[in-house]
């Protein structure tokens, strides 16, 4: 396999896992999460989001989050901001990274934003000029790129499009989310070869769910094609309470696993990861939907 000789782990447990959680996570256990994992040598580990708290209740603590994390020096913590309003949260929480985040489906869009894809970018316009202006870092997810909860197919030229117009609002990265995991390698790696002719692929990230159990796979196909940044989440949790059928993300134990194994460096120590995801598991009552880790705790019991 072509992969690169190391990558960039976007960690999105503490946001795209909890947001998705049918109970209320304490604040104290999300903290925990979060210091545990950016312990573990992890670069970036997604927060939390400052959306409206009655369209995620789950995330609605996330100001008591940030302020109760104890950041580690060089690991990025950034949160999800939909509007002016989420950056003007954030900003009072003192964060250094955001990310808005579009899709490429009208339908998805809708739902997710209660916005048309225009109306959308038009939101997300101030929030990256003023992100950028007060020396933020911004990233820019494109969701429903391999498919879409409401409509079905999603043609590549709206992928790649929706791309362009983030990039153009300033955003300095571009994660492609596979948000009902439903894409092959195949799939992405055509999808790849389309938006990287438009963007520069240094600049663009996968996000794959791993509803079909393509996840990994997919995350490796698109390393293939010369990505070199992906997000995933412990345990493999995850999902968006807005992509019915979507599954957790790709589990970070078996991305972790396969690059080490493949030669690809990381960062993460792995173990380290391992505990804090059997850690999580134990306060959510239930066992990770991690292959790797499953097998590594049930080794260490052997
Ligand atoms: P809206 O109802 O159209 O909001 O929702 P609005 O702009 O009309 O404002 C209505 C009221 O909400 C106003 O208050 C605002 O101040 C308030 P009022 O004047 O009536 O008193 N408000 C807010 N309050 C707190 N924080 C805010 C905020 N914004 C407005 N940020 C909105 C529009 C975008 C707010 C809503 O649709 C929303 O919050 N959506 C977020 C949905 C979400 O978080 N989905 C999950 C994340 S996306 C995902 O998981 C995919 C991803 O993982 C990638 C992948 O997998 O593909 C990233
Ligand atoms: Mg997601």
Not at 68 to 88: A, F, K, Q, T, W
Not at 133 to 154: E, I, K, M, N, W
Not at 202 to 219: F, I, K, P, S
Request: proline fraction near 6%; hydrophobic fraction near 45%.
């Amino acid at each position: 396999m072509q992969l690169p000789e190391q990558v960039t782990i976007v960690e999105v447990g503490p946001r795209d896992g909890l947001q998705n959680e049918p109970g209320t996570v304490p604040t104290a256990v999300k903290v925990g999460f979060i210091d545990r994992l950016a312990r573990t040598g992890l670069q970036v580990v997604e927060a939390t989001s400052f959306v409206h708290p009655t369209w995620v209740p789950q995330l609605a603590d996330a100001a008591e989050v940030l302020a109760g994390i104890d950041p580690v020096e060089g690991v990025r913590y950034p949160v999800l901001v939909p509007n002016e309003r989420g950056l003007d949260r954030a900003l009072e929480s003192g964060v250094d990274e955001v990310a808005v985040f579009g899709a490429a489906s009208e339908a998805f869009s809708a739902k997710n934003l209660n916005r048309t894809i225009d109306e959308s970018l038009e939101m997300f316009r101030p929030v990256v000029a003023r992100a950028k202006d007060a020396g933020l870092r911004v990233r820019g997810y494109v969701s429903t790129v391999c498919g879409c909860p409401y409509q079905g197919d999603v043609p590549v030229a709206d992928v790649v499009r929706m791309t362009v117009a983030m990039l153009e609002l300033g955003c300095d990265e571009i994660s492609l989310g596979d948000t009902i995991g439903v894409g092959t390698p195949g799939q992405v790696q055509d999808l790849l070869a389309a938006v990287a002719a438009e963007a520069p692929v240094e600049r663009l990230a996968v996000h794959m769910h791993d509803t079909y159990g393509q996840g990994l796979v997919n995350t490796l196909a698109a390393f293939e094609t010369g990505v070199t940044i992906a997000d995933s989440s412990a345990g493999g949790l995850g999902g968006c309470p807005y992509a019915p059928g979507a599954k957790g993300n790709l589990a970070t134990e078996d991305l972790v696993y396969a690059l080490h194994g493949s030669g690809v460096a990381t960062g993460v120590d792995l173990d380290a990861l391992v505990d804090t995801t059997a850690w999580m598991a134990a306060k959510l009552g239930r066992p990770p939907a991690s292959r790797a880790a499953e097998a590594i705790l049930a080794k260490r019991d052997r």
